[in-house]
T-cell receptor, first 117, second 114 residues
Framework: AQKITQTQPGMFVQEKEAVTLDCTYD???????LFWYKQPSSGEMIFLIY??????QNATEGRYSLNFQKARKSANLVISASQLGDSAMYFCAMREGANTGGFKTIFGAGTRLFVKA | DAGVTQSPTHLIKTRGQHVTLRCSPI?????VSWYQQVLGQGPQFIFQYYEKEERGRGNFPDRFSARQFPNYSSELNVNALLLGDSALYLCASSLERTSTDTQYFGPGTRLTVL
């Protein structure tokens, strides 16, 4: 069964420090996409970063980078130089379905990040 | 360019009633997906529509249905509402329907069933 696991319900980080949010996944598909989204208290899901299963380089978007280890089926999000505005819920998600044509995105339970001043 | 829009933003219904939620995708996006997010959990996939056809369905009862219109906007319908249907309903759009497409989400509709 397809599955996304985020083992850290909550994380604290000091402002300006880096933080890593963990994500492991399970799939039998060869082609899939991995995504991270940020959800502030307002509720909107904000796209942060994407990694394709065939991409050899780790994805980076500004202060966000994705540490992709395919053999270990992990896709950890690294946020560098944390800011107070980074306090939010973070979701790891996997999109698959190339084999069946019925694409769907599965989300993890999320990690709540608290940035301390 | 406008992002994904959803209406209404908030809705209060009673058990047994029916509700229709609406979503307009980003211009040029042909795929729309619906998700249910119960408080404290990650979003759960309900449907994906592409070119007006259902292309994916999650583990939701037949009380949930959806459709996509020629302009690619979409409606999610829920019949015979239960208390457990109270949630944030998110709509997401993407260009195509591949596993590598990035989905962009709307602000959501918060449904409360009393």
């Amino acid at each position: 069964a397809q599955k996304i696991t985020q083992t850290q319900p909550g994380m604290f980080v000091q402002e300006k420090e880096a933080v890593t949010l963990d994500c492991t996944y399970d799939t039998s598909d060869q082609s899939y996409g991995l995504f991270w989204y940020k959800q502030p208290s307002s509720g909107e899901m904000i796209f942060l970063i994407y990694q394709g299963s065939y991409d050899e380089q780790n994805a980076t978007e500004g202060r966000y980078s994705l540490n992709f280890q395919k053999a270990r089926k992990s896709a950890n999000l690294v946020i560098s130089a944390s800011q107070l505005g980074d306090s939010a819920m973070y979701f790891c998600a996997m999109r698959e379905g190339a084999n069946t044509g019925g694409f769907k995105t599965i989300f993890g339970a999320g990690t709540r990040l608290f940035v301390k001043a | 360019d406008a992002g994904v829009t959803q209406s209404p933003t908030h809705l209060i219904k009673t058990r047994g009633q029916h509700v229709t939620l609406r979503c307009s995708p980003i211009s040029g996006h042909k795929s729309v997906s619906w998700y249910q997010q119960v408080l404290g959990q990650g979003p759960q996939f309900i449907f994906q529509y592409y070119e007006k056809e259902e292309r994916g369905r999650g583990n939701f009862p037949d009380r949930f249905s959806a459709r996509q219109f020629p302009n690619y906007s979409s409606e999610l319908n829920v019949n015979a509402l239960l208390l457990g249907d109270s949630a944030l309903y998110l709509c997401a759009s993407s260009l195509e329907r591949t596993s590598t497409d990035t989905q962009y989400f709307g602000p959501g509709t918060r449904l409360t069933v009393l």
